[in-house]
């Protein structure tokens, strides 16, 4: 395979060489990340028909660290607001000897459908699909704890808010079982889950207090309120004192536990400042790794003897 679409179906070997090869791009003593000729040639074009500030961000610079062209489309004022079909839009790039599109869309399933079209010599990666996967988020974020826990086997992970327009939850419990962790759990009111949520491998909760205890990481996510119905979003301060993360509440985690958040964090709605800000959180340290974590998928989707995603 040459496209990085989802974590569904990829073993633990090939993760482990995705955080290998990252780890090799990072360099742990300061976090800098050395620049390599590995793409030079290739023109990798970032499509985000959504919006971003850290995928987007952390995909250029990652695509420019592999020295490789790298064009960002500006969807807003592309020729996509004169009516052209996102097919037209891809075969008209395409005509510019395009190597690589990065691709995120608020359909599920759109990446898939953009790699079933494109020719062959072209990788899509997926930089986040509707509600379905956000594979290199949770691959930075597999990363990110590796980095600071060591080992995946004793841990236990709370994925903690709305699992159920979460396409970084869904791709986050797929990687942390394949890794092998001893327990995922999800935290959610029960509208914010999706049905039959534990068949995906994990333990669930609807109180707080009781899935927190003994936990090794705490994951948070914002209410996704671009891909709710207004029926379904809870009062701000009411899911606060039920689901956000204080100081108060993290102090039921283990002592070590780390605090992480994909982004964007909306403070006083999942996390106070204190928290957000505070010793125990990694999450500005997500967002660095995202660039060592994408030039590895990038790397070896073009590379055919790391072709394996
Ligand atoms: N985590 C994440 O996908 O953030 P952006 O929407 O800013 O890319």
Redesign the pocket.
């Known amino acids: 395979l040459k496209h990085f679409l989802t974590i569904e179906g990829l073993d633990k070997a090939l993760l482990t060489e995705i955080l290998d090869r990252a780890e090799s791009f990072a360099s742990m003593s300061d976090q800098q990340v050395k620049k390599v000729p590995i793409l030079r040639g290739k023109t990798i074009v970032n499509l985000f028909f959504e919006?971003?500030?850290?995928?987007?961000t952390t995909f250029e610079l990652a695509a420019k660290r592999l020295s490789a062209d790298v064009l960002s489309i500006n969807i807003a004022t592309s020729a996509t607001s004169k009516g052209e079909s996102l097919l037209d839009t891809i075969r008209n790039l395409e005509a510019m000897f395009v190597d690589m599109f990065v691709v995120?869309h608020a359909l599920s399933g759109a990446a898939h459908f953009i790699a079933q079209q494109v020719a062959p010599h072209i990788s899509v990666i997926n930089?986040?699909d509707g509600q379905h996967a956000?594979p290199t988020?949770a691959m930075l974020d597999m990363f990110t704890i590796r980095q600071l826990k060591k080992d995946f086997a004793p841990l236990k992970v709370a994925i903690i808010g709305d699992i159920l327009h979460s396409r970084?939850a869904r791709s986050e419990i797929i990687a942390l079982n394949t890794l092998g962790v001893a327990e995922v759990r999800v935290i959610a009111p029960k509208t914010l889950l999706p049905a039959h949520v534990e068949t995906l491998g994990v333990k669930v909760f609807h109180n707080l207090n009781d899935g927190l205890k003994d936990v090794d990481v705490v994951m948070m996510l914002r209410l996704q309120k671009e891909r709710m119905s207004s029926a379904l979003l809870p009062s701000e301060s009411e899911y606060f004192k039920c689901f956000g993360l204080t100081e108060e509440k993290l102090k039921i985690a283990r002592p070590d536990a780390i605090v992480m958040h994909?982004?964007?964090i909306n403070r006083g709605v999942e996390i106070d400042s204190k928290v957000a800000d505070g010793p125990q959180s990694v999450i500005l340290k997500q967002v660095s790794n995202g660039i060592a974590v994408r030039m590895a998928v990038m790397a070896m989707a073009m590379q055919p003897q790391g072709a394996s995603l």
């Open positions: 919006n971003s500030t850290r995928t987007r995120r930089a986040g956000h988020q970084v994909p982004g964007p």
